[in-house]
């Protein structure tokens, strides 16, 4: 169940189409990319409630559609990265939901402020700009204290125990890399099994540079393996 990224305000089915599309190649797992709802039409929390709602439908719906909700993971890159984790977070508190087998989380958002110290180094000239993370949050969040909610901010949430072992992928030169190396201690310190990957010289989008970038596809050819591997294990035969 993948996330696309965009800053809860722009992205698409169609942007992130490719990435979906070499992940199930890669993986040789189906995967559902969701088309949720974006700001400023549609606020917090609306964003993560699409998501929410997309997982119970493959729970209720999938298997229809030949898809097994017993074995799910949630996934995404930046701002879908972030609704991935708080989706974790969810489906541990609702048993209801279908329960993810793993988090694919790539440069994600997690923290309720952005005052680290990777954004003093990494905020201006890296790609992704201090002020273009401002700009997205302002037209996604209705009020200041949207930003200590755990569905926005999945570090502020009370405690990580028993949320699904995660993969985390953190470009070097990322504003968003010390967040991303907190919540992997966070959730190691809750008994969460978290595989911490930093790439040397990446910056925040990298696994959309394919193209261009060949560590885009080394990382998307991991991610790959590590879902297949996941799979594998739960059913006890290869894919």
């Known amino acids: 169940l993948y996330m696309h990224g965009g800053g809860f305000v722009v992205g698409s089915l169609d942007s992130h189409q490719p990435l979906c599309r070499g992940l199930a190649i890669d993986s040789g797992v189906a995967v559902l990319s969701i088309d949720y709802r974006l700001a400023p039409e549609h606020r ?24 097994d909700a017993r074995r799910v ?24 939901l279908p329960q993810p087998l793993f988090q694919v989380l790539a440069y994600p958002g997690l923290s309720p402020q952005q005052s680290s110290e990777s954004y003093a180094a990494f905020g201006s000239g890296f790609l992704l700009e201090r002020e273009t993370v401002d700009w997205f949050f302002n037209h996604y969040l209705r009020q200041e204290a949207d930003r200590h ?29 010390a967040e991303g ?5 966070r959730s190691r310190a809750a008994g969460v099994a978290v595989d911490l990957k930093i790439y040397p010289g990446m ?23 590590r879902l297949a591997e996941v799979f594998a294990r739960q059913t006890g035969v290869g894919r």
């Open 203 to 225: 910056i925040h989008e990298f696994l959309r540079m394919g193209n261009v970038v060949p560590d885009a596809l080394q990382a998307r050819a991991e991610i790959g393996a």
């Open 73 to 96: 993971a949630v996934g995404g890159d930046s701002a879908g990265g972030t609704l991935a984790a708080a989706l974790a977070i969810a489906a541990r508190d609702d048993r209801a």
């Open 181 to 185: 190396r907190d919540y992997a201690a």
């Open 149 to 177: 909610d755990w569905r926005f901010a999945p570090l502020a949430a009370p405690d990580l125990d028993g949320v699904a072992p995660a993969m985390l992928l953190l470009p070097e030169f990322d504003p968003l890399i």
């Open 44 to 67: 917090f929390p609306t964003a993560f409630e699409d998501c929410v709602d997309a997982l119970a439908w493959l729970g209720r719906e999938g298997p229809a559609a030949g898809l």
